[in-house]
């Protein structure tokens, strides 16, 4: 990896073996809120509550070409059937002990990263039947250093940052949204933040990331533990993918907002629906559905930099009538499922999923039954409260905007430190004064009624004579500039 560094704007940039293209997978809409996962408990209930998203040709034991075969998907554009799950989150009042559903606010991002390998120009589009889980729901502890204590473009060469083990951990973020500060990082904090710390920093919830591995083995679409065919490149996000699984897929990134904040001043504690306080037992589900060749083509040609499905010129963008009715139908739910209780007043979680805390691994997690059985009515004694009190270190709000090197980070900012202390971000340009060469690179979301759109950096096209570079390779004659900007807010529908 190559790194220039600008003068004039005095920032840091990683080109070689990246690209900046991606797009932003908007499915504003749930298509089902349910125990349902045909990647764990294949036609049955599943162990817990899922946040769903796409096809409505998902069921308990869907796979891609039931997902294709859909009537309607959940997403913005019609072409892709692909089934996206997250486990939900709850509320449990310390007062009645009952449980409540947090409100997801704005449904779901999918980032299509198209991040290659060095040497590469195009990624490889997922493969007919490709299913993916990307986090461990039964993982109840992080024995590693909080914050990340070592800059990621050295985490290829610094145990234990260089494990598989490791990275699975750090695909996770919990990034504590307060619209009135700059945003923090992506994938900055791998567990969730206890209650008090919600309600003192996190006026606008928590957003829920999840990175996939993007390394393929190239042979397997779905072994049985849908997990064993993948790995992380080098930098969870970016850099290598190690030896075995050089095949460089798009890089997926989910993320769920939360609104924990409602409840700011209750006296109690979130818990995802896996019946986790922590946060290191969040995960995620993917199954493909796009058709595959149509997919290797939109990699292969979406490739502009805003990140925008609207700047794609093969998606069919859906009008919102026709995503934000797409469900699935009440047929496909199984029919131990259909009867949860899922919104509010619950004496259990859904599934009555017990809380564990750990440190130990949680048992339960993934032995969901095997036939379709009524779920227990009365509740199990509680567990003890120190099985039920997570132990979660405190970090503090970390604005991003300090951090600018390396490759676009999404819904966030840039994950790394400058590495010279000289670099320094460039002030926002005023929107109104960017010249016709410049454009903006954005995140958006709904929040409270509105629509947040994330500006994070203009790009422009600047000559070399503004460069002081050694680094710069003979004949390269443009280099771009990147500057970070705060957020700022549009009224709804912008
Ligand atoms: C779809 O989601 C949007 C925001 O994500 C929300 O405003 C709208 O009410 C939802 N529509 C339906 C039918 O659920
Ligand atoms: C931490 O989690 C791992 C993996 O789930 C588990 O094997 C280990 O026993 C846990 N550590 C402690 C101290 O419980």
Redesign the pocket.
């Known amino acids: 990896m190559k790194s220039f560094t600008l003068t004039s704007v005095a920032h840091v940039l990683v080109l070689a073996g990246l690209s900046d293209a991606f797009w932003r997978m908007e499915c504003p809409n749930r298509s089902a809120l349910a125990r349902i996962d045909p990647l764990v408990s294949i036609g049955s209930a599943a162990q817990h509550v899922h946040a769903i998203h796409g096809s409505s040709g998902f069921s308990a034991s869907s796979s891609t070409a039931d997902l294709l075969a859909g009537q309607c998907t959940s997403c913005r554009v019609s072409e892709d059937k692909s089934a996206y799950w997250t486990p939900a989150v709850y509320f449990k009042s310390a007062s009645t002990g009952e449980f409540t559903l947090v409100n997801q606010v704005g449904g779901m991002l999918a980032y299509y990263l198209l991040f290659t390998n060095a040497g590469e120009k195009t990624v490889t589009a997922f493969p007919p039947g490709f299913e993916m889980i990307s986090g461990?729901t039964?993982?109840?502890?992080y024995?590693y250093p909080v914050p990340d204590a070592v800059e990621k473009s050295r985490w290829a060469s610094t145990a234990p940052y260089n494990t598989q083990a490791f990275l699975r951990q750090a695909a996770l973020g919990f990034n504590c949204l307060n619209y009135q500060k700059a945003p923090e990082p992506s994938l900055y904090r791998h567990f969730l933040p206890d209650k008090a710390y919600l309600d003192a920093n996190c006026a606008d919830g928590v957003r829920f990331e999840l990175m996939f591995p993007s390394c393929w083995d190239g042979k397997n679409n779905a072994p049985s533990d849908k997990q064993s065919h993948v790995a992380f490149p080098d930098q969870v996000m970016t850099g290598e993918c190690p030896k075995g699984f050089k095949t460089r897929l798009p890089s997926l990134f989910y993320e769920t907002i939360w609104d924990t904040h409602a409840f700011s001043g209750q006296d109690g504690q979130f818990v995802i629906s896996n019946g986790d306080p922590t946060g290191y037992g969040y995960h995620g589900d993917f199954i493909m559905g796009w058709d595959s060749d149509f997919l290797q083509k939109a990699a292969d040609t979406c490739t502009n930099p805003s990140g925008r499905i609207e700047d794609c010129p093969l998606f069919t963008i859906q009008d919102e009538d026709a995503y934000s009715s797409c469900k699935v139908p009440s047929s496909n739910i199984p029919i131990a499922a259909a009867k949860d209780q899922l919104l509010s007043k619950l004496s259990s979680l859904p599934g009555n999923v017990q809380i564990f805390a750990?440190?130990?691994?949680a048992g339960g997690g993934s032995a969901a039954p095997s036939i379709d059985l009524p779920s227990p009515k009365k509740p199990s004694a509680p567990a003890p409260t120190s099985d039920i009190v997570p132990v979660v270190p405190t970090v503090s709000y970390k604005a991003a905007t300090s951090a600018s090197s390396g490759a676009y980070v999404p819904g966030g900012a840039f994950a790394e430190q400058p590495s010279s202390p000289a670099a320094a971000v460039t002030p926002a340009p005023n929107a109104a004064s960017l010249g016709p060469s410049e454009s903006f690179f954005s995140t958006q979301y709904a929040t409270k009624g509105n629509t947040v759109e994330e500006v994070f950096w203009v790009e422009e096209e600047v000559t070399t004579t503004i460069f002081a570079t050694e680094t710069m390779t003979a004949g390269a004659n443009k280099g771009r500039k990147r500057h970070l900007h705060k957020h700022r807010r549009a009224g709804a529908g912008h």
């Open positions: 461990d039964n993982q109840r502890n024995s750990g440190p130990g691994r």
